[in-house]
C-alpha cells in the first residue's frame, strides 16, 4: 500500500473507534456524523469519503467488534460438549457476556437492522454468516446423533434462535442496560428448551 492508502485506513480506524465509543455511550440517534468526526479528530468530509451512511459505520463497527468474539468461538466451539440444546445454551451464553459489554451498541445495531432505508453495505443483525453457520453445524451434528428431527428446516430453527437471542434485551432496553448477561442467557436457556421440544425425534 502507498502512503495515500495507509493514511485511509488509518481514518478509517479512527473512525471505528470513535464510532463504537460514542455509540455505547449516548445511543445510536444521538451520535451523529459530526461527532464521530470531532471524536476521531478527523473531518466530516473523510467520514463520508470512507462510509455512505451513519447506519453504514455501525455496521462496520460490529463486523469490526465480531472478528475478536469469533476469534474466541475458534477456539472454544470445538471443545462444547453436551446435548445439542446444551450446546446452543453455551453459544448463546458467550454471545451475551460479549454483547453486554458493550450493550448501547448492540440493541442500536439490533434497532437499526429495521431500518428499511438500510445502504447495500449495511449487514443488519440476523445476517451474520459465521453464527448462522455456527448454529447450523450444531443442529446438523444433532441431526447426525438422532437428537434433532431430519425432517426439519434447520434454517428456519436458527431463526428462530437468533430471534430470541435478540428479544431478550428488551429487558436490558427496558432496564436502561443494568441486565446481567447471566440473566439473560437463563431466559435463553429456557426459550432453547421449548424449541428443542419441537425438534425432538418422533
Sequence with gaps: MGVRDDQKAA???????????LFNE????ETTIRAIAERARVSVGSVFTT????????SHVMDHRLTELYAEFD?????????TADRLCSIFAIHYEFETRRVKLFLAHVASSYNPNNDPGVTPYGRNPRLTQ?????LEEGVRKGEVRDDLDLRLIVDTLKAAYAWN??????????VPAAEMSAVMDKQIAVIAEG????
Design 11 to 21: 481514518t478509517r480506524e479512527k473512525v471505528l473507534d470513535a464510532a463504537r465509543d
Design 26 to 29: 449516548v445511543g445510536y440517534d
Design 51 to 58: 462510509f455512505a451512511s451513519k447506519a453504514e459505520v455501525l
Design 75 to 83: 477456539r472454544v466451539v470445538p471443545f462444547l460438549r453436551g446435548s
Design 134 to 138: 455456527m448454529l447450523l453445524d450444531v
Design 169 to 178: 434485551y428488551r429487558m436490558t432496553a427496558a432496564a436502561g442496560g443494568t
Design 199 to 202: 425438534w425432538k425425534p418422533l
